[in-house]
T-cell receptor, first 116, second 114 residues
Framework: GAGVSQTPSNKVTEKGKYVELRCDPI?????LYWYRQSLGQGPEFLIY????????DSGLPNDRFFAVRPEGSVSTLKIQRTERGDSAVYLC??????????????FGPGTRLTVL | GENVEQHPSTLSVQEGDSAVIKCTYS??????FPWYKQELGKGPQLIID?????GEKKDQRIAVTLNKTAKHFSLHITETQPEDSAVYFC?????????????FGTGTRLQVFP
């Protein structure tokens, strides 16, 4: 079946601009995660959705970052007033979130964001 | 909170040799330990995972061992092939529940030379 998809694959923007990154999770997966990966580092958690609600947004670096998942499927990560330090690969993952024990998280290919 | 340390940062082996990557974690409540392989320009791909109720799991040339007392787990790749070359990440959840965010190690770049 189809995996997690993310669009666009690459995004180049200028400092101060607004960007939206989209994630389509695996069909039926109720949990959705956003991570950020800087060059040479492991992914770092940003936010987690269970259904439509953000269950944990403790990883969002500041209030310029916001994410939504209005219908419990597709999610959009929104970054306002982009800064050069926001440049990274933004990864999305989804999980079935079955009861009892941690579920496997399946990652998408990521969106490479470059802020000039 | 959870802290995951991974080593070595780079590993070069000859084709056919074995490779071992080790990780330690700090949160004794963690109960799930996945390993991901990431190729250039791609997202992390799960290759194997282990839960805390077992000490070892094997899938063809890949195995993972877990020592809960010492809080470390290791990835073993036998009979390495050039296509095994990639960056490998270990991870552990922050907490016990099935919806926990993963804390990743810093990665190991594995190079397999023909």
């Amino acid at each position: 079946g189809a995996g997690v998809s993310q669009t666009p694959s690459n995004k180049v923007t200028e400092k101060g601009k607004y960007v939206e990154l989209r994630c389509d999770p695996i069909s039926g997966h109720t949990a959705l995660y956003w991570y950020r990966q800087s060059l040479g580092q492991g992914p770092e958690f940003l936010i987690y959705f269970q259904g439509t609600g953000a269950a944990d947004d403790s990883g969002l670096p500041n209030d310029r970052f916001f994410a939504v998942r209005p219908e419990g499927s597709v999610s959009t990560l929104k970054i306002q007033r982009t800064e050069r330090g926001d440049s990274a690969v933004y990864l999305c993952a989804s999980s079935p979130a079955r009861a009892g024990g941690t579920d496997t998280q399946y990652f998408g290919p990521g969106t490479r964001l470059t802020v000039l | 909170g959870e802290n995951v340390e991974q080593h070595p940062s780079t590993l070069s082996v000859q084709e056919g040799d074995s490779a071992v990557i080790k990780c330690t974690y700090s949160d004794s409540a963690s109960n799930y330990f996945p390993w991901y392989k990431q190729e250039l320009g791609k997202g992390p791909q799960l290759i194997i995972d282990i839960r805390s109720n077992v000490g070892e799991k094997k899938d063809q040339r890949i195995a993972v061992t877990l020592n809960k007392t010492a809080k470390h787990f290791s990835l073993h790749i036998t009979e390495t092939q050039p296509e095994d070359s990639a960056v490998y990440f270990c991870a552990a959840p922050l907490g016990f529940y099935n919806t926990d965010k993963l804390i990743f190690g810093t990665g190991t770049r594995l190079q397999v030379f023909p």
